[in-house]
């Protein structure tokens, strides 16, 4: 019965492990689990920028709060306002690009 | 079931070498398959740890003593809530916690980062399971749960009777759970380094793990204090013990880490910082778990030391810190700062500042910590320090940072103007100026204590900047939806869950340290020693032994008092405390004196919580030296009867063995009921603590503002921002 269990146990690991390079086809080492195939990889360049624009999003609405709530004057909000959403143009144009020769 | 167990080990082991190689070649040959591949070792761990666990977990729920770990943990009469607990009591036991703990919580990093930073997943996975390999394989060769004895005995050693409290079924997991979870934060920074890829994105997609962690962690020291608290019979909550501070100092850290990774993600500054203290806060976690493990330092909470263990964590440890230093000074370049400080009077300034101060704190305990070691080191004897060491250096600092807790809330990122600033700062510097006030008036004696003045007016500068925060968000939300206030107030936190939950947070920590200042620097304590029928005075009160109790019973004796506590002639509370002796297994103590002179006491305190203070209470009656002459005439004549017995047929000798058992067992009650009708006197510590209940409030608001900042953000804000952001580009560009 222990035997069994551990060889049960054994085999679950192996079927496990081991699906990537069964889904991949013969060649294996090349290929991605058909879920995952689904979805193409993002390129690093493009992960970056996703991650500094969802950042920047933050910072927009964290300083628009920051004024709604008074902490921020107009003229120090209209400042910091514009030095944002010009960065968030820029991780935009920048994000354009990557996507695009990504594309290509 | 235990041949199973230990299969499950060496198959965990293996796969888990298999993993990082695959993991490794994954990533420097670019195959996903590999990549994959090893991802899914971590969550066949996860499978192979759950069911090494439960096995273990069913051997101490059916008393299965063929277990070492079983018989000299649990017994058959320790409670079922107890004997779950007991699993990670032991060394073995808790080792396996981790290796569970860390696979589970591993598994879920990966599973949630497979789509994504895909260049440092396979390292963090590489780095994941080098840390499953390690303790799986400290599991096998020197902590094995699974080993077994061909002799059971027929009964186990039983918990440590300090060990059975109700905590005990959650501090140790909390604990390890934050140890556990910030390995995740320390591979995916390691990862990013060996990649290079160090810009905000490793902690976009650890953040959660290292707010959960930071949460569970602090759970589990607060915990740990109400453990204290009520159950080690001394009446702090806090002792500067070893194994306290060793999971204090990662908290601190990762407190840090949590506030300067904004500045990172907005700023793009700060990078070797962020970078260097979750690696210091990766290697303070595993610090923290050898401190448990290797009883090295002198605590009530450290395992027997182990020489091959220790040599084993002193290893991992050096290479976490070599590796981790290593890499920092390879990519310096990269972890430039994209951007500076615009002002001095700005969020990110006041941020810095309490990350300095963090740090100074994690310092000073490390150093008071190891102090014992450092003093071997050099004068070839371990110098304890205890509490008084600590205090000049951490009140100070404690001050800093709950006044920084309440500056950042109120102050703005990047840039702020004097105007704002005072505008902002009007009402909590009021709120701190009115608590002096009141407390130099109605306080008397308060002077006495300048730094418990100066954390009160400190934390109302905290509250009022929080609450004052809440207000205004409310005030504009209203302003811009005209929803009723208290929809209002929920609707700005559901969608700035980040921001109103830290809020949230540094009210509750400022709750917390008013408790600390209190009932340390106004705590009234004595000790009594007293007989039915005596009183004694203490801030006030009169509290007068009224009665003993005495309980025997087969797990263990018990004796009791009940005090009456009044204050000008009106009763204020009943207090009922013990003081329970557990036999030795020790025959050499003799058969009746093993039920008396054991050293495996537990004590029970009597306590009145209230709001504005605690009256607490443990008596000690660790003396039963009236009782010793008739002890000691038991043991002479129950061994002379068993002598006796052993020389009878074996057939005869069950049968009287039993009634001479039976007898002893009167003998044992009736001796223990002595207390009750021949009380002697017996020691009492009385104290009565101002405010404790505000620490444990607050740590209950620090865990729900946790608890808010963990919750994912909706959906719909997210969008909400999307949309103005491409509303702003397309003006921009259309100008």
Same mark, same amino acid.
């Given at each position: ?104 | ?15 888990? *070498? ?596 605690? *009256? ?120």
């Amino acid at each position: 019965m222990e035997f069994l269990l551990v060889m049960v146990a054994a085999a679950a690991v192996i079927v496990i492990v081991s699906a990537p390079f069964r889904r991949g086809g013969a060649g294996g080492a090349g290929g991605t689990g058909a879920a995952e195939a689904e979805e193409a990889p993002v390129k690093p360049d493009v992960a970056d920028l996703e991650a500094a624009r969802e950042a920047k999003y933050r910072e927009i609405r964290d300083a628009e709060l920051d004024h709604q709530t008074g902490k921020l004057s107009d003229e120090d909000f209209r400042l910091v306002d514009d030095a944002l959403r010009a960065e968030a143009i820029s991780i935009l144009r920048a994000l354009d690009r990557a996507k695009g020769s990504q594309a290509r | 079931m235990a041949a199973v167990g230990r299969a499950l080990l060496i198959l965990g082991l293996v796969v888990a *070498i298999y993993g990082v190689g695959a993991s490794l070649y994954g990533a420097r040959t670019g195959q996903r398959a590999w990549v994959d591949s090893g991802r899914r070792c971590m969550y066949a761990i996860a499978g192979l740890m759950t069911f090494a666990f439960l096995i273990i977990e069913v051997a101490f729920l059916r008393s299965d003593f063929s277990y070492t770990i079983v018989s000299g943990a649990s017994s058959t009469t320790t409670p079922t809530f107890y004997k779950a607990a007991a699993v990670w009591s032991t060394q073995q036991g808790s080792l396996l916690l981790w290796v569970w703990l860390l696979s589970v919580w591993s598994t879920l990093a990966l599973f949630l980062t497979r789509r994504r930073v895909r260049e440092l997943v396979p390292y963090a996975t590489a780095i994941l399971l080098g840390f499953c390999t390690f303790f799986t394989a400290l599991a096998i060769l020197f902590a094995n749960p699974f080993s077994t004895t061909a002799n059971p005995p027929a009964e186990g050693a039983g918990l440590d009777p300090l060990l059975r409290h109700t905590t005990m079924m959650i501090h140790p997991p909390m604990v390890y759970t934050g140890y556990t979870m910030l390995a995740i934060p320390f591979a995916f920074a390691l990862a990013a380094l060996i990649t290079g890829r160090l810009n905000a994105e490793w902690i976009q997609v650890t953040r959660r793990f290292a707010l959960a962690a930071w949460l569970c962690l602090g759970i589990g020291v607060l915990l740990g204090a109400r453990w204290s608290y009520t159950e080690l019979g001394w009446g702090g909550y806090w002792a500067w013990d070893p194994v306290e501070n060793a999971a204090l100092m990662p908290w601190l850290l990762s407190t840090a880490f949590l506030h300067s990774i904004m500045i990172q993600e907005k700023r793009g500054m700060l990078k070797v910082w962020n970078v260097s203290l979750i690696l210091a806060t990766g290697t303070m976690a595993i610090i923290g778990t050898f401190l448990v493990r290797s009883g090295i330092l002198s605590s009530i909470h450290a395992f027997v030391s182990d020489p091959t263990l220790n040599i084993s964590f002193v290893a991992l440890i050096a290479v976490m810190i070599i590796t981790s230093v290593s890499l920092v000074i390879y990519r310096r370049a990269d972890l430039r700062s994209e951007s500076r400080l615009d002002s001095l009077l700005s969020r990110e300034a006041v941020f810095l500042f309490q990350n300095m101060v963090l740090v100074a704190l994690t310092a000073v305990i490390f150093w008071f910590t190891f102090f014992p070691l450092i003093s071997e080191a050099i004068t070839g004897t371990q110098q304890s320090v205890g509490p008084p060491a600590f205090r000049p250096y951490v009140v100070p600092l404690a001050l800093i940072i709950v006044l920084l807790s309440g500056i950042g809330p109120i102050i703005a990122w990047r840039r702020v103007t004097l105007t704002n600033l005072r505008r902002s700062f009007a009402f909590p510097a009021a709120a701190a100026l009115v608590t002096l006030v009141v407390l130099l008036t109605v306080a008397s004696g308060v002077w006495a204590h300048p730094f418990a003045l100066l954390m009160f007016c400190f934390a109302a500068f905290a509250l009022a900047a929080v609450a004052q925060e809440f207000w205004r968000g409310v005030r504009a939300r209203r302003a811009m939806t005209h929803e009723a206030a208290p929809l209002a107030l929920v609707s700005l936190v559901r969608r700035n869950r980040r921001r109103y939950g830290g809020y949230t947070v540094h009210a509750g920590l400022a709750v917390l340290l008013i408790g600390v200042a209190a009932s340390s620097s106004f705590q009234h304590s004595r000790y009594a020693t007293m007989r039915p029928g005596q009183s004694a005075s203490i801030d006030g009160y009169n509290v007068r032994y009224v009665k003993p109790t005495a309980t025997p019973s087969s797990e263990k004796i018990s004796f009791g008092a009940v005090l009456d506590v009044s204050k000008n002639g009106h009763h204020v509370t009943t207090l009922h405390t013990s003081y329970g002796l557990y036999p030795s297994q020790d025959p050499s103590l003799g058969v009746v004196g093993r039920f008396f002179n054991s050293g495996s006491v537990e004590s029970r305190i009597g306590l009145d919580a209230g709001f504005t203070h605690d *009256i607490w209470t443990v008596v000690n009656v660790g003396n039963v030296s009236p009782l010793q002459a008739d002890i000691t005439k038991g043991d002479r004549l129950f061994a002379s009867a068993m002598s006796t017995v052993s020389k009878l047929p074996p057939a005869q000798q069950q049968g009287r063995m039993n009634t001479l058992f039976l007898y002893r067992d009167q003998l044992v009650g009736e001796l223990t009921r002595r207390f009750v009708t021949h009380p002697w006197p017996v020691q009492f510590l009385l104290i009565v603590s101002p405010l404790v209940t505000w620490l444990w409030l607050g740590g209950i608001i620090v865990g729900l503002g946790g608890l808010i900042a963990l919750w994912p953000i909706p959906v719909l804000a997210r969008r909400r921002v999307r949309s103005a952001a491409y509303a702003a580009r397309l003006a921009r560009e259309l100008a």
